[in-house]
Nanobody
Framework: QVQLVESGGGLVQAGGSLRLSCAASGSIVSITRMGWYRQTPGKQRELVAVSISSGITNYADSVKGRFSISRDNAKNAVYLQMNSLKPEDTAVYYC???????????????WGQGTQVTVSS
């Protein structure tokens, strides 16, 4: 099993910045990709940013130019730097990991518990 622990959420004024962190622990796995989703009540969970092992990154159009995803493979960690935050960025942010177990070669996806980001006007 792989556990994901998120940190860095909180309350910030519009125009401010936050940095989210997510660290994976548990079974040794080969990580294919790590990323961030977000969700608000009554809305679908949406992809915010993703980083894959090849170095390719992808962002939602609404956050391009403001958010930046980075990854530290040695630490099995992924980060989301959020700048120029807007009230519409308010959501619960979830870290996700997709990989393959070393022993069984089974593909799996793990999710963090979510961390609240609130942006005030």
């Amino acid at each position: 099993q792989v556990q994901l622990v998120e940190s860095g959420g909180g309350l910030v004024q519009a125009g401010g910045s936050l940095r989210l962190s997510c660290a994976a622990s548990g079974s040794i796995v080969s990580i294919t990709r790590m990323g961030w989703y977000r969700q608000t009540p009554g809305k679908q969970r949406e992809l915010v940013a993703v980083s894959i092992s090849s170095g390719i990154t992808n962002y939602a159009d609404s956050v391009k130019g403001r958010f930046s995803i980075s990854r530290d493979n040695a630490k099995n960690a992924v980060y989301l730097q959020m700048n120029s935050l807007k009230p519409e960025d308010t959501a619960v942010y979830y870290c996700t990991l997709t990989g393959t177990t070393i022993v069984s070669s089974r593909v799996f996806t793990s999710w963090g518990q979510g961390t609240q980001v609130t942006v005030s006007s």
